[in-house]
Nanobody, 115 residues
Framework: QVQLVESGGGLVQAGGSLRLSCAAS????????MGWYRQAPGKPRELVAV???????NYADSVKGRFTISRDNAKNTVYLEMNSLKPEDTDVYYC?????????WGQGTQVTVSS
């Protein structure tokens, strides 16, 4: 059974940085797209960033220039480097893998940015 395990969330002051990690455990191969999403209570989950197997990345306009997504294919791990954090970045962040036609989600990690 494949599970995605996230780490790196926490509390940080505005202007600070955090690095999220998401690693897959279990048997998984041919991960096409890895991504990060976020969700606030009562709101729909929204895309933050995605990265393809070839390394092409796309970002939400709200995080461009501040966040960087990267992946380590050998470790089945995706990262999200978050800089210049703002209070409006406060959310639960979820990682997402698309592999062999299936979609996998992490359990979510809380990011809180204080003003």
């Amino acid at each position: 059974q494949v599970q995605l395990v996230e780490s790196g969330g926490g509390l940080v002051q505005a202007g600070g940085s955090l690095r999220l990690s998401c690693a897959a455990s279990g048997s998984i191969s041919s991960i096409n797209v890895m991504g990060w999403y976020r969700q606030a209570p009562g709101k729909p989950r929204e895309l933050v960033a995605v990265i393809t197997s070839s390394g092409r990345a796309n970002y939400a306009d709200s995080v461009k220039g501040r966040f960087t997504i990267s992946r380590d294919n050998a470790k089945n791990t995706v990262y999200l480097e978050m800089n210049s954090l703002k209070p409006e970045d406060t959310d639960v962040y979820y990682c997402n893998f698309m592999a062999s036609g299936r979609l996998y989600w992490g359990q979510g990690t809380q990011v809180t940015v204080s003003s």
